[in-house]
């Protein structure tokens, strides 16, 4: 079986997601560090300009999304399981509430209150971030605080019946998605240990997601994984449902693009459409011939 390769870095709070994930399922894996700011030419080879941290490669097929990797993840690997107690469908609808409701307050209070951040990281994000008005960013963040703590307490209602993980006592999905905000809190916001001090069984089981780890991970160069790319031939199968929207037949040119920020279209032929994925062939010049997925959920799939 091809090599699993994460191209991210390593404050990135969504690649976060995907290194513990790594670790609960024991797993070797490749890294391949790309930059924290655009551009990043080397990834944007792989995905056709797909910009977000991570991005999962394993062979020729590039998987987009910590959704969609996951997914993934739990399809070629699938014990010890992401998801216990048959959790994936819930796990999937608590993605809409950690990357929206958690970060996005989160990302504020690290953009707000984080005074080392370069401003190279700082001009990028600007453009980026999408749902913060960096105008006003510092009148915004009582609310941010409150909207952050607010999530906080969500977290410590689900563990305060002393429960281990929040499906039961096994860690997966959902613990991960309840986590990487408050890992990046823990890194980014200036007032991180008083937020979190009165949270008792959220502060047990964050200890307990450390111990998690990341796996086995050796070092790959950017270069060398593009190579991977051309020398390897995807493993997805062509399936477009007929019930899945908008109704499109395979081999369309189509453009697939996130509906939240960074959003910026990616072309290609359409291979795969149901209601959990989309999938399109592209081809690159450094990259070769690539299959690109995403999920459906939270992106826009529009004839090119």
């Known amino acids: 079986m091809a090599e699993i390769i994460l191209h991210h870095f390593d404050s990135s709070p969504f690649a976060e997601k995907v290194r513990l994930a790594l670790g609960l399922k024991n797993l070797d894996w490749r890294s391949v560090e790309i930059p924290m700011v655009m551009p990043k030419p080397a990834l944007t080879a792989l995905t056709g300009g797909y910009r977000k941290t991570p991005v999962m490669q394993i062979g020729a097929d590039i998987y987009c999304d910590t959704q969609r990797i996951a997914v993934e993840l739990e399809r070629r690997f699938p014990l010890p399981t992401l998801f216990p107690w048959h959790s994936e469908a819930l ?11 958690f970060f996005q307050p989160g990302a ?44 906080l307490q969500l977290v410590e209602g689900m563990l305060d019946d002393g429960r281990l993980y ?14 990487f905000p408050i890992w990046m809190c823990r890194g980014n916001i200036a007032n991180a240990g008083e937020l979190l001090q009165d949270l008792p069984a959220l502060q047990a089981w964050e200890q307990r997601m450390r111990t998690c780890g990341h796996g086995r991970c050796t070092k790959l160069a950017a ?20 019930t899945a929207w908008p ?11 996130p509906q939240d920020y960074g959003a910026v279209p990616v072309l290609g032929q359409l291979l795969c459409l149901s209601h959990a994925e ?17 999920p459906r959920r939270g992106y826009i799939v529009e004839a090119a």
């Open 91 to 101: 796990s999937m609808a608590l993605s809409q509430w950690s990357d929206s409701a």
């Open 108 to 151: 504020g209070l690290s953009m707000g209150t984080n005074t080392a951040l370069p401003e190279d990281i700082l001009r990028d994000r600007r453009e980026f971030f999408n749902f913060l008005d960096f105008a006003t960013l510092e009148e915004q963040l009582p609310h941010l605080y409150s909207q952050f703590c607010a999530q």
């Open 166 to 179: 929040l499906t039961g006592d096994q860690a997966g999905w959902a613990d991960i998605l309840a986590y």
């Open 223 to 242: 270069d060398e994984a593009l190579a991977i790319a051309r020398n390897s031939h995807s493993v997805a199968v062509p399936a477009v449902e007929r």
């Open 247 to 257: 109704r499109l037949a395979e081999n369309t040119r189509v453009s697939v693009t």
């Open 278 to 294: 989309v999938a399109i062939r592209r081809e690159d010049p450094l990259a070769g011939e690539v299959v690109v997925h995403f």
